[in-house]
């Protein structure tokens, strides 16, 4: 189905002449989100927070619903997080390592994702593996199932989306090996939900992180966390768990919560919650479908446009490429780009090498500009932009 961008370049309070390029980085909220933000909070200011929480338990209770909706899950296998970071340390914390005890990842995780592992394998020492790389920039899933035959991994942790790179990887495969081996599967989906279409059941992960802010247009200080029903029976829950996650029931003894609430803290944002709430039922209301086709015409303009700029190199691998696209032109500093792109509205980011060490090692370089555009943007805007970096 067309998705009606009038409708939602309206619902976005004044855009102006900019061109927002930046939903990898902290995209813009639609109007409604503010508005449920700031309703919630008028209501605190006046009642108090303990008593609007209790209020408003059918519209917290359906942040669970539409963000099950958005994922292909159920409703008891959400969890609220502060951002994508905290879902992923309170998964790690779940899970119960020991001395030698393996996790295969990729070279394009996030950098934040490899200093946990990094941080475990100093205090627990563990061991870290990472899969080989296609030419292409695909994993190689020949050599994934041979280290899953010889490691029989503890964990496999995957980036479905780089934060540096529009490589899109293949997480269903990965999923179905993880699944068949009953090894543990943690995806990042930070930079992939909101602008794919995504389906648990299909990727077959345990854990899935996600934040609010970048392509899901939430407010900041918002993420979630899914978990599997098999984890969930088999009680996996964060070593640092409060009077949110678990009842204390006696001197040395607590119980922890059926469903995937065991992964909060009592204590949250709950204004925040309903902005990130309003954002997920957006998006679900347009469909993610629509979204990631109109995304990939979008993409497929402005990879056809700036390959055919002169000296402009573009940094993403892979087959299937999405809204992230990266990029650097011959002779040109990082300050002249940038002094180009902001004297001419263009909101972008640079990416750096800490930011992902190993993936700009191999690539030889150490800053990109990265352009993330979403659906609220237009085929003019990215002929415009095309045109600005052309003139650099
Ligand atoms: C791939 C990926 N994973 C995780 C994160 C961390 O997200 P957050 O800052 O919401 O914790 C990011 C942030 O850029 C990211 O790009």
């Given amino acids: 189905m067309e998705i009606d961008i009038n409708q939602i370049r309206k619902d976005i309070t004044d855009y102006g002449e900019k061109i927002f390029l930046n939903s990898a980085g902290s995209s813009l909220m639609p109007k409604s989100v503010v508005q449920e933000i700031n309703r919630y909070l008028l209501e605190e200011e006046k009642f108090g927070g303990y008593s609007v929480a209790e209020l408003k338990t059918n519209e917290i209770a359906d942040f669970y619903n539409q963000t099950a909706q958005l994922i292909g899950a159920e409703a008891h296998n959400i969890a609220f997080t502060h951002d994508a970071t905290d879902a992923y340390i309170k998964a ?168 995937a609430k065991r992964f909060e803290t009592w204590e949250a944002p709950y204004a925040l919650i309903m902005g990130f709430r309003e954002a997920i039922r957006y998006a679900n209301n347009i469909g993610l479908e629509n979204i990631q086709s109109y995304n990939q015409k979008l993409m497929l303009r402005l990879r056809e446009n700036l390959i055919g700029i002169q000296g402009v190199k573009l940094f993403d691998k892979g087959l299937k490429n999405c809204n992230i696209l990266t990029f650097r032109k011959d002779g040109k500093s990082l300050a002249k780009i940038k002094e180009k792109l902001n004297s001419n509205n263009v909101f972008f980011s640079v990416s750096r090498k800490e930011w992902g060490v190993i993936d700009f090692n191999k690539k030889g370089i150490d800053w990109v500009i990265r352009l993330s555009p979403h659906y609220f943007n237009t085929i003019e805007e990215i002929d415009n932009v095309s045109k600005i970096i052309d003139e650099i």
């Avoid at 490691?151 to 540096?164: G, I, M, Q, S, Y």
């Avoid at 909101?194 to 200080?221: E, H, M, W, Y």
Wanted: proline share 2%.
């Fill in 92 to 259: 790690l914390s779940s899970i119960h390592f020991k001395h030698n005890d393996i996790i295969i990842t990729t070279d394009d995780d996030y950098a934040s994702n490899h200093i946990q592992f990094i941080s475990l394998q100093k205090r627990f020492g563990i061991k870290i593996v990472r899969i080989k790389n296609l030419e292409n920039g695909e994993l190689d899933m020949i050599d994934f199932q041979k280290l899953v035959d010889k490691h029989n991994p503890k964990l496999v942790a995957v980036t479905h989306v780089p934060t540096n790179s529009g490589l899109i990887q293949n997480i269903e495969a990965i999923g179905e090996i993880c699944y068949n081996q009953k090894i543990i599967f943690l995806l990042d989906a930070c930079q992939s939900v909101g602008q794919l279409s995504i389906n648990v059941t299909k990727i077959k992960c345990d854990f899935l992180t996600a934040t609010g802010r970048k392509f899901l247009r939430g407010p900041r200080g918002t993420g979630f966390l899914f978990i599997s029903d098999r984890l969930l029976k088999n009680g996996f829950s964060p070593l640092m768990i409060d009077g949110g996650g678990a009842v204390w029931k006696a001197i040395d003894q607590f119980d922890i919560l059926e469903n």
